[in-house]
C-alpha cells in the first residue's frame, strides 16, 4: 500500500476513536470516555517518539497501533465486546498481537544494530513470537485481576472461563506468528541494516 493512503488509513482510526469518546460523553459512558481518551492519546506516542527521536516508522506500524486501540475502544464503548461475543474479541486479540509483535520486531532489530549484537534471524523470529506471547500473558493476568477486585470493567468481566483465555492467548499467537513469517520473507531479499537505516531516517 502507498504510504500515504496507509498513513490516512492510520489518521482514519484515530478519528474512529474520537468519535467514540465524544459518543461516550453524550450516552454517559464518562468511565468509558477516559479509556477512549486514554486509547486515543496512546495512539500519539509513535508520532511523538518519531520527533523526539529523529526516527521514522513505517506506516502500518502507526495504522496497526491504531487499528488495536480503536477495536478495544469500540468494544467496550459500542458494547460490541458482548454484541459480537466471541468474535469481535478474537479478532481484536489477533490485531493487537500482530501489532505488538511488529513493535517487538522492529525494536530488537534497532537493538540489534545500535548494541552490536549481530543477532541471526532466527532468534529475532523467536524474540518476535516471544514477546508477543509475554505481553499478551500479561494482559490476561490484567484481566483476570481486574474481574477478581472490582467485579469486571464498566462493560462486564473480563474473562469468560479458561476456553476464552486460552483462545485469546491463540490468537495473539497467531498475529505473532504472521509477523514472523513477514520477518523471514523479509530477510530473504533485505538486510538487517534495511530496516535500521529506514527507522533512522537514512534511506
Known amino acids: 500500500m502507498n504510504e ?5 488509513l492510520a489518521y482514519f482510526f484515530q478519528l474512529l476513536i474520537g468519535i467514540n469518546v465524544v459518543y461516550a460523553f453524550f450516552s454517559g459512558q464518562y468511565e468509558a470516555m477516559f ?3 486514554l486509547m486515543f492519546f496512546l495512539t500519539l506516542i509513535p508520532y511523538v517518539v518519531a520527533r523526539r527521536k529523529n526516527v521514522t516508522f513505517p506506516w502500518f506500524v ?3 497501533i491504531a487499528m488495536a486501540l480503536w477495536f478495544h475502544t469500540a468494544g467496550y464503548i459500542q458494547g460490541y ?6 468474535y469481535y474479541d478474537k479478532i481484536a486479540h489477533l490485531v493487537s498481537g500482530t501489532a505488538v509483535a511488529m513493535l517487538g520486531f522492529l525494536g530488537v532489530v534497532f537493538l540489534d544494530k545500535y548494541w552490536n549484537m549481530n543477532l541471526r534471524t532466527l532468534f529475532i523470529v523467536g524474540f518476535t513470537i516471544i514477546f508477543g506471547m509475554a505481553l499478551a500473558g500479561f494482559w490476561e493476568i490484567y484481566e483476570y485481576l481486574v474481574d477478581k477486585i472490582t467485579g469486571g470493567s464498566f462493560a462486564g468481566p473480563m474473562q469468560h472461563g479458561l476456553d476464552d483465555t486460552m483462545l485469546d492467548m491463540m490468537f ?6 504472521i509477523v514472523s513469517i ?3 520473507l523479509y530477510f530473504k531479499t533485505h538486510l538487517k541494516e534495511d530496516i535500521t537505516g529506514f527507522l533512522s531516517g537514512n534511506l
Open 4 to 8: 500515504k493512503y496507509g498513513m490516512y
Open 35 to 37: 479509556t477512549g481518551l
Open 62 to 64: 502507526y495504522l496497526l
Open 81 to 86: 465486546y458482548i454484541t459480537f461475543y466471541p
Open 172 to 177: 495473539v499467537l497467531a498475529g505473532s506468528i
Open 182 to 184: 513477514l520477518a523471514v
